[in-house]
């Protein structure tokens, strides 16, 4: 979102200055912001454990299938099917 923002688009060198140090401001509260999140959540699932409840729980991202192989009489069918001649 603000990668997009192009700053040598504004004249005004003081204002570009000031947009420049309220973009920068931006980040570092919305980095704050993240950072507190995590530690509410990481109390709340505490206080949920020491209730004798459990907290939240450790999802890992899905991974993508491999491909499955086809079975070798496939494999033989197919190979077959694409001799010339036939």
Do not use: F, W, Y
Not at 30 to 38: F, I, K, L, S
């Amino acid at each position: 979102m603000l990668e997009d923002i192009d700053l040598n688009a504004i004249h005004d060198e003081n204002a570009r200055v000031l947009i420049q140090r309220l973009l920068n401001l931006i980040e570092e509260l919305v980095a704050g912001q993240r950072e507190a999140q995590a530690e509410i959540q990481r109390l709340r699932d505490a206080v949920n454990r020491l209730k004798g409840e459990q907290g939240k729980p450790q999802v890992k991202a899905n991974q993508p299938q491999p491909a499955p192989t086809p079975p070798p009489s496939q494999k033989r069918r197919a190979a077959h099917q694409k001799k010339p001649g036939r």
